[in-house]
């Protein structure tokens, strides 16, 4: 038999007394929600934490004067990005969590960098990032915005019995616009685009097939940095 290495899940208590470090990486465990050792941290500038099993960011960050860069990238950080930490970060990288909101983020005017692709955001979530990223390049202020994709909400999946001759319409409930669209796939080959998609006089077995209705917007979709 070979036993796995134990999966870290607490910080030494000692930690506690590092309130000079400026420089702080730690992951690869399971640390939920957050480790308070680090809290104590006050003059960090850089704090990385990928892979560490957080399910939060603690609102005490905010009072972290110098922290100008995190890196909470791959944990399961969950609902909305702390509006307590709204204007101090330079460098976000906050991908593949959970996380729903990131409007806290707006009001940060240093803010030169942030990947935050895999997470539950929406198109109205992201445009603001996209016009201020497009506003600092302007200015000739280096920038970096990645948002390439986002995890599939409100996914629902039903099997559906026809007849032949029968008519169904799927409808993803999203409305389009000049710059929303949205793709019909049956078997993953591409069908047509539209907010609906009908199924006509149903055939069998040309009707038959798994169907997929994929939204994108004509910005952000296509935004990889």
């Not at 500038?45 to 892979?51: C, F, G, I, M």
């Not at 609102?59 to 930490?85: C, H, K, M, Q, W």
């Not at 049956?186 to 040309?206: C, H, K, M, R, V």
Request: proline fraction near 5%; glycine fraction near 6%; charge should be negative.
């Amino acid at each position: 038999m070979i036993n796995a290495p134990a999966i870290a899940t607490d910080l030494p208590d000692s930690y506690s007394n590092l309130v000079n470090l400026e420089n702080f990486v730690f992951g690869v465990g399971n640390y939920a929600p957050f480790p308070p050792e680090v809290l104590s941290m006050t003059n960090l500038k850089v704090l990385q934490a990928p892979e560490a099993g957080l399910t939060e960011i603690p609102v005490e960050l905010g009072t972290f004067d110098s922290l100008y860069y995190i890196n909470f990238r791959n944990n399961s950080i969950t609902g909305a990005f702390p509006v307590e930490l709204n204007q101090q970060f330079q460098f976000v990288y906050i991908q593949e969590n959970e996380i729903d909101d990131i409007s806290a983020l707006e009001q940060d005017s240093l803010l030169t960098s942030i990947i935050a692709r895999g997470n539950n955001l929406d198109f109205q979530d992201l445009l603001p990032f996209q016009t201020y990223f497009e506003n600092i390049n302007n200015g000739f202020i280096p920038g970096f915005y990645d948002v390439a994709y986002m995890k599939p909400t409100n996914m629902e999946f039903e099997d559906v019995i026809l007849n032949v001759g029968d008519t169904y319409t799927m409808n993803m409930g999203i409305s389009t616009d000049t710059l929303t669209f949205i793709d019909w796939y049956q078997w993953g080959s591409y069908i047509d685009s539209g907010e609906t998609y009908e199924i006509f006089d149903a055939l069998n077995p040309d009707s038959d097939g798994e169907y997929i209705g994929y939204a994108y917007h004509d910005v952000i979709t296509n935004l990889t940095g």
